[in-house]
């Protein structure tokens, strides 16, 4: 398949990478407590949020913004970037350059269980926690007398 493309085979991804490759990035940044993420418009190869990069944009992340605020500034700067992917496919200019993999992180994919609220953790961390876990995830929760 990703050789059949005419011109590109490529992916919009919503982290920088090579930060936050994997599934879920704009939960994890929040859950990490990044004061921005962005957007990745990248090839595709053999390697999962690997290939060359074409565009990146940043979005920041304010301290009151859930999992969906982030989501719709990175959705916002995709329409914006799409302008200039296809004004570079026009030119034939869809080279762009190599993830440096001495800045590569990976997330694995969430999961409900990964919700789960610890007290042991900062305030911080948990209020990163429950504002990454919003609608539409499964959010974050707690036990209280055997109760979630």
């Known amino acids: 398949v990703i050789d059949s493309a005419r011109v590109a085979t490529v992916n919009i991804h919503q982290s ?31 390697d999962f949020d690997e290939g060359n990069i074409i565009l990146q944009k940043k979005v920041e992340i304010l301290n009151n913004d859930n999992v969906m605020d982030v989501y719709w500034k990175a959705t916002e700067m995709v329409c914006e970037m799409l302008y200039g992917f296809f004004d570079k496919a ?13 800045r590569a992180t990976y997330f694995p994919p969430r999961i409900p269980k990964h919700g789960k609220i610890d007290w042991s953790e900062s305030a911080e961390n948990i209020y990163n926690l429950v504002r990454a876990l919003t609608y539409p ?6 036990y209280y007398r055997r109760k979630k």
Request: glycine content about 12%; cysteine-free; proline content about 8%.
């Open 16 to 46: 920088l990478l090579p930060a936050y490759r994997g599934r879920h990035p704009l939960n994890w940044a929040i859950i990490k407590g990044e004061t921005h993420t962005g957007v990745t418009i990248h090839h595709i190869n053999e």
């Open 90 to 102: 026009k030119k034939g200019n869809l080279k762009g350059f190599r993830q440096d993999p001495e």
């Open 137 to 142: 995830y499964p959010g974050a929760y707690f």
